[in-house]
């Protein structure tokens, strides 16, 4: 039998497709690279993903987990013909422990649905990726996603305390566990971050948190960058570590704002977005001393959100920032680099400079109080040498990052966007020793081929479609 017709007597026709015009949507992430799909597949149980994957390897196909197809990165696309095994239909949230603040959920199940399905218990998940309405929880764990509200709670890894996973065999491993601190090696952060490279992610524990019980939001503006990044290292080397810290410059600030239409400062040359959670008597405290410490940097009006429907709407101002760029270009490419919060104001000017000298349009927006940069450049694609312009000069922005003492990305993943450039951040040794332990998971380079380690050594630069020995069908 042929891969699909195999895959279609494990699974149905209904859920298998390999038709050219079905495979389209899965020819791309939200991302710029598009890639090659030889069949998908919509596995509803750890026992379906286990066997297309054994029935992929059988036929030397390469294997690419997809959640919502979210990411920026490329982590999704396959570069050469590949299986996608897509979590989506895995949407089962399985157990909420309320005493123990923890949930199993199926890796399919949408971010947002999570704290969604858990507030009536006072418990939400606390990484928010902007794009959690869309994004699943498994495609949180393979990119080890961030958010606004990661910068006091940390990123996804420090919420998952365990992980089903089915590996490149087609076996099923359970990773970590309710227990504080698991014996044995820890593989379940080893997990979190590998962008689908060492297994695929089909259910996961995470830890819920408690809804804060008062929350404090302010909306600060400024007349330069400068200003508004002082106060934001200022804010945290007094010891003030907001649960989000977000700024926009004015492109973005007008973009969303002829979106939304909710009063934005549109004169203002950056802005501040600042929550504050804790007890009340406390975020009153450290909301003074935010606004004392703005105004110190140079802050020229900050307002805080008066009810809970004022404060929705500076999140939904932040939050669909991104969308909001459809108004000013057909084609968006979104940059995720991290330098030091004191090198914030340096960089952006660098960043700049950059869009300037390719003539390319720039907004930003990012997550400020972890130096994480977004970047956005706002271009037409039909344009002609466009394209490459945009990413000429994405890659330069990478580099002044880089060379800022920071890093490739903060968020979003390597893929096949980055992998190119990692060789920025470490040495062949540390490349090596990433690429040993994807052996170990997957001696023959099955799963996500070519994807976040450069070319170069080992099987996962071989994007093998003929498993060693074997023929493919
Ligand atoms: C508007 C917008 C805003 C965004 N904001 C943020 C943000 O604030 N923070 C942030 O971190 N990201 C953000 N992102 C990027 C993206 O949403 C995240 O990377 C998200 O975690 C991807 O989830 P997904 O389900 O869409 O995964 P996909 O895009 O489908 O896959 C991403 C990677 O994970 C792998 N993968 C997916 N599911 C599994 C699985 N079950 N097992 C193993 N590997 C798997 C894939 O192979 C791929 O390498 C944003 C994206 C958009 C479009």
């Not at 422990?97 to 947002?112: E, I, S, Y």
């Not at 940390?154 to 227990?179: P, S």
């Not at 935010?290 to 101002?317: H, Q, Y």
Request: charged residues 20%; hydrophobic residues 45%; aromatic residues 4%.
């Amino acid at each position: 039998m042929t891969l699909v017709e195999q895959l279609r007597s494990t699974l149905g026709s209904e859920r298998v497709h390999s038709h050219p015009l079905e495979l389209l949507i899965y020819n791309k992430d939200a991302g710029a690279t598009s890639g090659e799909v030889a069949a998908a597949v919509l596995p509803e149980t750890t026992q379906e993903v286990a066997a297309c994957v054994r029935i992929a390897r059988d036929h030397g196909m390469p294997i690419v987990a997809r959640g919502a197809g979210t990411g920026l990165a490329g982590g999704a696309v396959p570069e050469d013909p590949a299986l996608l095994i897509v979590l989506t239909r895995m949407n089962r949230i399985w157990e909420v422990d309320d005493h123990a603040r923890t949930a199993w959920v199926g890796a399919g199940v949408f971010n947002l649905d999570l704290s969604r399905a858990t507030d009536h218990l006072g418990l939400h998940y606390a990484p928010d990726p902007s794009s959690q309405a869309a994004c699943t929880i498994g495609g949180n764990v393979a990119t080890n996603a961030g958010g606004p509200h990661c910068l006091a709670e940390g990123t996804t890894v420090a919420h998952i305390l365990g992980l089903e996973m089915v590996t490149a065999e087609g076996d099923v491993l359970i990773l970590g566990g309710k227990a504080p601190d698991p014996p044995g090696l820890d593989l379940r952060a080893v997990v979190v971050g590998s962008e689908g490279t060492l297994g695929i992610v089909t259910k996961v524990l995470v830890k819920l948190t408690e809804n804060p019980p008062a929350v404090r939001t302010l909306l600060l503006t400024f007349d330069s960058i400068e200003a508004a990044a002082a106060a934001v290292s200022d804010t945290i080397a007094a010891g003030i570590v907001p649960a989000a810290l977000e700024m926009m410059d004015q492109p973005m600030v007008i973009a969303v704002e002829n979106f939304i239409k909710g009063g934005l400062p549109v004169d203002a040359v950056a802005v501040l977005l600042a929550e504050l959670v804790g007890l009340e008597s406390g975020v009153t405290a450290e909301a003074e001393i935010v606004e004392r410490i703005s105004r110190e940097a140079g802050a020229t009006s900050v307002k805080v959100a008066a009810d809970e429907a004022e404060r929705a709407l500076l999140w939904k101002a932040r939050k669909n920032a991104f969308g909001a760029v459809a108004q000013a270009a057909p084609d968006y490419y979104l940059h995720d680099t991290v330098v030091p919060r004191t090198k914030l104001a340096e960089v952006i000017s660098q960043v700049y400079a950059i869009g300037e000298r390719y003539g390319i349009k720039m907004l930003n927006v990012f997550h400020a109080g972890d130096g994480n940069l977004h970047p956005l450049v706002a271009y037409d694609s039909r344009e002609p040498g466009m394209s490459e312009r945009v990413r000429t000069a994405a890659e330069e922005m990478v580099r002044v990052s880089v060379a800022a003492g920071g890093s490739l990305t903060g968020e979003h993943g390597v893929g096949l966007e980055k992998r190119d450039l990692m060789g920025l951040v470490f040495e062949p040794v540390d490349l090596d020793a990433q690429a040993r332990l994807r052996d170990a998971f997957d001696g023959v380079g099955l799963l996500n081929p070519g994807k976040v380690l450069p070319r170069g050594a080992r099987c996962y630069d071989y994007g093998l479609n003929v498993l060693p020995g074997e023929t493919a069908s």
